[in-house]
């Protein structure tokens, strides 16, 4: 671009004034920064904006005429943007790209998205799921503007706003002989098949589960799919772990689950918001962030018991 608003403005300010000291007076600014806006204009376009008359000030040229038209024009639209930019900022509306987990989309979206859609018709979320790797990389480039995930792992470019902890579980079949229970500790379940949900960091948590019982799990299959462990377990397959305990307890083809308490004091994970630190939220990221807040913090999953 070979001029800026600022010289268009001392352009504009020194036509309808014919002089450069007026000029001066009303844009508050330097008579030769004028003078150096107008020369520059002039040799950008290669035509000749003013006619300068000795002690008499200046006048437009045929040029500079037509020239102060379009000025006027560009400055208006340039207004314009502003405060169509003003707006923007200010409302609550248009796309917002978020993330979460996928163990925790069931669980925490839908009824997040309802109720966001409801108070604000003109905001558009776009939900992604995905594991906490592809997903930390996502909120990095700015693919997603904050995610709902776990507090392992937290890179030192993130804030992490906590909502609540997330006990574990153990959840098997209806035909389990402690299916009956209510409770179970992992030393009784060590000998029995162990099913892993082999995600990065549900792997790593659940892992360590085991470490702090003092317990060797039995491991017999790892799946990245909570579905595909759950049919399984509900097949008589081996037992899994969850961090929540879903209203539905009845796999996809409709058998059922039973989840018991783990008697074991064991680490609780907490999951919360993560956002890039040092950008700038919209008002439709703080406004879906609040909600999180609203509906989440210290409060069970809305899709859990």
Known sequence: MRFTLKQISYFVATAETGSITLAS???????????????????GFGIQLFIRHHAQGLSLTAEGQRFLREAKALLLQAEELQSAASVISARVAGPLDIGCLST??????????????????????????????????????????????????????????????????????????????????????EEDNFLLL??????DYFL????????????TGRYPYIDVIRSLVARGEGYGLANAQPKNLSTLDGRKLVYLTLEEWLAPLHYGIATLKGVRRTPTTEAFMELCRELLLGKPLPGTR
């Open 25 to 43: 007076e009303r844009v508050h600014i330097s008579q030769p920064s004028i003078s150096s806006a107008i020369t520059a204009l002039e040799e």
């Open 104 to 189: 925790l989309f069931p669980l925490a979206i839908p009824e997040l998205l309802s109720v966001f859609r409801q108070r604000h018709e003109e905001a558009r979320v776009n939900a992604v799921a995905g594991n906490q790797t592809e997903l930390f990389e996502a909120l990095r480039v700015g693919r997603i503007a904050m995610l709902l995930t776990y507090d392992m792992n937290i890179p030192p470019d993130f804030d992490f706003q906590p909502l609540a902890p997330l006990q574990p579980y153990a959840f098997v079949g209806a035909g389990h002989r402690f299916a009956r229970r209510r409770a179970v500790t992992l030393k009784e379940l």
């Open 198 to 203: 082999d995600l990065p960091i549900s792997r």
């Open 208 to 219: 360590s589960l085991f470490r702090q019982a003092g317990v060797s799990p039995n491991i």
